[in-house]
């Protein structure tokens, strides 16, 4: 029922931007909690971005907050995660994920609200 699919990453040099895109169904879309996460080799899974449900609110970790920016597009049944200003730090796979309760609006910033992720996309920076 469920089904998210990323993509959009790649290598991009250091101050550069990418845009990655998460597939889903419209009713997925407007039923659940969006976000991203990133994981590093070697390092626990952390979030990056999220958007509820209405898509009303939005919220992003401390370190990309002014860089990266969530976003749904309905027309094309995704949601968006505009990455400019590329750091070094930023390596990781990314995932996509929905929440695990349909209609919620509860802070949806902790792994613990989400039980579908995609299969990831990588993003590499050079410098």
């Known amino acids: 029922q469920v089904h998210l699919v990323e993509s959009g990453g790649g290598l991009v040099q250091a101050g550069g931007s990418l845009r990655l895109s998460c597939a889903a169904s419209?009713?997925?879309?407007?039923?659940?909690?969006m976000g991203w996460f990133r994981q590093a080799p070697g390092k626990e899974r952390e979030f990056v971005a999220a958007?509820?449900?209405?898509?009303?609110?939005?919220y992003y970790a401390d370190s990309v907050k002014g860089r990266f920016t969530i976003s749904r597009d309905n027309a094309e049944n995704t949601v968006n995660l505009q990455m400019n200003s590329l750091k070094p730090e930023d390596p990781a796979v990314y995932y996509c994920?929905?929440?695990?309760?349909?209609?919620?609006?509860?802070?949806?910033?902790?792994?613990?609200?989400?039980?579908?992720w995609g299969q990831g996309t990588q993003v590499t920076v050079s410098s």
């Open positions: 958007l509820n449900w209405i898509g009303g609110n939005t």
């Open positions: 419209a009713r997925t879309l407007s039923t659940r909690a």
């Open positions: 994920a929905a929440g695990t309760v349909q209609y919620r609006r509860a802070v949806v910033t902790t792994l613990r609200e989400y039980g579908y």
